[in-house]
């Protein structure tokens, strides 16, 4: 066996060979050296404002300031709707791993009922999960202290003192102030479509209703900011600036009350509704709707329970007093007289015999007057005075529907007042047109006669008549009701509803006085149908009562409201104003199956225009609601 020799190790090639590799690596390196330093110069140079702008995101949060709602007044300055401080437990969803088992854990530090986590598990599915969101409201300081001393274990669940809407006078001014609320997803939506949304960032609650509704822009004010510097777990550690936000504008309202609370007073536990305007310029004194109830059981949640017992046959949710509809009955009939006066189908001095009924020529139907035997020989003075119904009934038969309808639509039957809350229906004021098209048949002559003392078709609501004697007793002036009175932000006062509509004008403007003579008379004469209701008063008033039947009698039979059901029975009706030679006040009651309104309505007219001329009126309301 042959032996190999020793290879001989070639060292200048290997050296070569490493070197060439060392050359490739280092090569190598100093790319990636090179990556390393253009990442860094991009990064540190070119991307810095970027990468500034993305730590500041982490560390610097801005968060929206609430501004504080304006505050309702009331025409004297009792302060209607105030702002209170109260405790909440919000969460911001985003922020919490486990919502489930956090929201049990919570419970076991603080009482939730089952039903305000259903709540919040519903409010969160339709908001922004990074919007702060109420668990449980109006927190006691026993569950404050309990959940501060245990907050770090709940990232994303604070306690947050805010200022909540309250309203003192409780149930007596719901349906004038309404009421603020929780903002829902559909207002929400309209807010975007409007631009307000970044407006309502840091607020919660709405108006709903009402004056809180109608002047909702006027009070929310403008959104504020402040930009604070955070940790890592979220927790605030300084202030870097702020914005303050812009408190909405006060609100000084027309309303009294005292007034408020005398209509609340006399209906007592009456279904009704009570209008006082001020004759001078539209403001509302009062607007009382009855039964009414407490505004504060919504402003943080409304409980099923509380809810349900408001959904009972009387409707408290409804406004009476712009929503209720009612036949106006005889307090129409100043107004008929004047259509009658201006049409020529009467004078003054025209006599018509009432034997206590009135035909139309060759119909056997009899439409009969309230007075069984009759009133006698009656002129346009006596009719209203006496409230003679067969008077009415022959004007309202050679007038026309159309002519009673175009005239009455000039006082604001029919229509919208245009009172500044949005929760109003124009009722029905009667016509050709209206009743083809309600159902599909044609006006007949026996259709006029009703009308013509307020009944058939025709309704109203309580501030359409308020609206139309107002109309009535400035001698055509219309000034539309209204609720607002003035805005006060800071130094600046900026007045609202200061203007009127297109006067309606008579082609003789003595007709004007004639009519409001015999509501006077109405109630200065011994025979007139408020004469009782206003005996020794120490101020001038005039009026018109109107009692409205709810259900027709048969022909041959008698009004008895004994064998009735008490929702079938006549609504009370007043119309009134004084003192008669210097309107001031003007008065409209509807109270609902109580019978007549010389005998319901008056007397609570009468209880509030005391109290307005009384020397001490504020001393009388304190008195009357003892």
């Given at each position: ?114 039903q305000q986590k259903k709540d919040f598990i519903d409010d969160i ?213 004047i259509l009658a006066l201006e049409e020529n189908i009467v004078s ?264 307005y001329f009384a020397a001490n009126p504020i001393e009388l309301a ?5």
């Amino acid at each position: 066996m042959i032996k190999q020799r020793p290879t001989i190790r070639d060292h200048s090639a290997e050296a070569n060979l490493f070197a060439r590799r060392a050359f490739v690596g280092f090569i190598f390196v100093l790319g990636l050296v090179a990556i390393l330093l253009s990442n860094l110069y991009t990064i540190q140079v070119k991307e810095h404002t970027d990468y500034q702008t993305r730590s500041n995101d982490n560390r610097i949060k801005v968060i929206p300031i609430a501004p504080n709602r304006g505050l309702i007044y009331d025409r004297n300055g009792v302060l209607l709707a105030e702002n209170k401080p109260v405790y909440n437990l919000e969460v911001i969803p985003e922020e919490v791993d486990d919502l489930a088992e956090s929201l049990e854990q919570v419970s076991k530090i603080i009482t939730i009922t089952e039903q305000q986590k259903k709540d919040f598990i519903d409010d969160i599915k339709h908001t922004r999960r990074f919007k702060s969101q109420v668990l449980k409201a109006r927190l006691d300081e026993t569950e404050v202290a309990k959940f501060a001393v245990n907050q770090h274990k709940f990232p994303g669940f604070s306690i947050e003192a805010r200022l909540a809407r309250f309203y003192p006078y409780g149930d007596t001014l719901t349906h004038a102030l309404g009421y603020v609320a929780k903002l829902n997803r559909k207002e929400l939506n309209k807010l975007e479509q409007e631009d307000q949304a970044t407006n309502y960032r840091a607020t919660h609650d709405i108006g709903k209703l009402g004056i809180e509704k109608y002047y909702e822009q006027l009070l929310h004010g403008q959104v504020g900011s402040q930009r604070v510097e955070v940790n890592n777990r979220g927790r605030v550690i300084r202030t870097l600036s702020m914005t303050p936000p812009q408190p909405g504008s006060d609100l000084v309202l027309t309303l009294d009350i005292g007034l408020q609370q005398i209509a609340q007073h006399a209906l007592k536990d009456m279904r009704g509704a009570v209008v006082v305007m001020d004759a001078k310029d539209g403001g509302v004194l009062a607007l009382y709707s009855n039964p009414s109830y407490d505004p504060n059981l919504f402003v943080h949640g409304i409980s099923s329970k509380d809810y349900k017992a408001l959904l009972n046959p009387d409707r408290p949710l409804i406004n009476r007093a712009t929503q209720g509809r009612y036949a106006p009955a005889s307090t129409v009939k100043p107004h008929m007289a004047i259509l009658a006066l201006e049409e020529n189908i009467v004078s003054e001095s025209t006599s018509v015999w009432d034997p206590g009924f009135f035909q139309i020529p060759n119909v056997e139907h009899k439409w009969r007057d309230w007075k069984r035997w009759g009133h006698g020989h009656v002129d346009v003075y006596k009719a209203i005075e006496e409230s003679c119904d067969t008077y009415f009934y022959d004007a309202a038969y050679r007038l026309g529907i159309t002519k009673i309808s175009n005239f009455m639509a000039r006082f604001g039957f029919g229509d919208l007042s245009g009172i500044d809350i949005h929760e109003e229906t124009t009722a029905i004021l009667p016509s050709k047109e209206w009743k083809e098209g309600r159902f599909k048949e044609s006006w007949w002559r026996g259709d006029t006669i009703s009308v013509g003392i307020g009944q058939g078709y025709w309704t109203a609501t309580p501030i359409q008549i308020a609206n139309a004697t107002n109309i009535l007793v400035n001698k055509g002036i219309n000034h539309p009701p209204h609720l607002a009175q003035v805005a006060k932000k800071e130094d600046q006062v900026t007045q609202i509803n200061n203007e009127e509509k297109p006067p309606v004008v008579l082609n003789n403007p003595d007709n004007w006085r004639i009519a409001l003579d015999a509501m006077h008379n109405t109630v200065k004469k011994v025979t007139g149908t408020a004469h009782r209701a206003f005996k020794g008063a120490n101020y001038d008033p005039a009026g018109k009562t109107g009692t409205a039947q709810v259900v027709s009698i048969a022909q041959g039979e008698r009004y008895d409201a004994k064998s009735l059901k008490e929702r079938q029975r006549d609504n009370a009706i007043y119309i009134g104003f004084a003192p008669y030679d210097d309107p001031k006040i003007v008065v409209s009651i509807v109270v609902e199956n109580t019978g007549g309104g010389s005998s319901v309505g008056a007397p609570i007219a009468r209880e509030l225009m005391d109290y307005y001329f009384a020397a001490n009126p504020i001393e009388l309301a304190r008195n009357t609601a003892q």
